[in-house]
């Protein structure tokens, strides 16, 4: 982020262009993802998500729609529309996108940073076993 400005609607956040598009729409032309690119992927994952942590921002909707790819090939999160700054650490709210959602979310109970980190190890499993539904 290069920066952000806020009117009395919306904020809105100057991002880096990311000519990559979604990682989305890659991971369906593909099918799945060699390991050796799935552990690419979750190394720019894991370090973006240490950052957001260290600044006590927890993402809540980590998944492949909402992760871009950069002009080096590298991943960056977007969209932190469910996003929260918790400096508790401690949150409550349901949200984000339920093949995701880590069973103490999903249960009601209270919830921190891990979210991320467990959809982060569900992205790991769906890179490398992906298969695209056929409607």
């Given at each position: ?70 002009s ?11 996003s ?52």
């Amino acid at each position: 982020m290069y920066g952000y400005f806020y009117d009395s609607k919306r904020i809105y956040l100057m991002l880096g262009f990311s000519p990559g598009g979604e990682l989305y729409k890659q991971l369906v032309s593909k099918g799945r993802f060699s390991e050796r690119v799935t552990a690419r992927y979750s190394c720019d994952l894991s370090q973006a998500l240490a950052y957001c942590h260290e600044k006590h921002v927890i993402h809540r909707d980590i998944k492949p729609e909402n992760l871009l790819i950069g002009s080096n090939g590298e991943i960056k999160i977007a969209d932190f529309g469910w996003s929260v700054h918790a400096p508790n650490s401690r949150r409550n709210t349901l949200c984000g996108t339920l093949d995701y959602l880590p069973p103490e979310m999903v249960e009601g109970h209270d919830h921190d940073k891990m979210v991320d980190v467990w959809s982060l190890g569900v992205l790991m499993y769906e890179f490398l076993n992906f298969t695209p539904c056929s409607y």
